[in-house]
């Protein structure tokens, strides 16, 4: 008797072509003077070294909805700045998503000889259905949703055009 296992892996991968320098893309990612600017208009502070943190705190009006201070959290996993960035990534919004655990997401920066990058984004959701649910952008934005292209579209305007999508 033999037996299949299935495969029950969630990935979801994410591209972009930007019109601008790794550099300039690592940097729009890692530091809160800019990941404010794009996506949901949230900063993300990052330690950029193995085993650091990246935390997102929540914001007055999240205060007022009673989410808790850490909003969404990782670890850094692994760190090539400009090019490679891997880390563990846990939506906090609520208990459920939390128990879900920490997922794992992976920025990968690669230029091209023609002055664009392309920005890769793939993010492991396994065993993380709501977080898998939220990253897709098939809600609508005043909900949240928008996820990763909304993310990856307003990072792409922000850095080409110098202007914020966010309010």
Known sequence: MTTTEQDTRTIHVYRVYIKATP???????TST??????GYGIPAEYDLRPGGAMTVHRTE??????????????????????????????????PDQTAEGFT??????????KG????????????????????????PLDQGGGGWPWILSSLKTLLETGESVVD
């Open 23 to 29: 550099e300039a893309i690592w940097q729009a990612i």
């Open 33 to 38: 003077d800019w990941n404010g600017r794009f």
């Open 61 to 94: 009006e999240m205060i007022a909805m009673g989410m808790p201070e850490v909003v969404v959290d990782g670890e850094m996993i692994e760190i090539d700045p400009p090019h490679r960035l891997v880390q563990s990534y846990r939506f906090n919004f609520m």
């Open 104 to 113: 794992t997401l992976t920025y990968e920066i690669e230029p091209d000889d």
């Open 116 to 139: 664009m990058t392309r920005l890769t984004v793939t993010h492991d959701l396994t065993d993380a259905p709501i977080a898998a649910t939220m990253v897709t952008g098939d809600g």
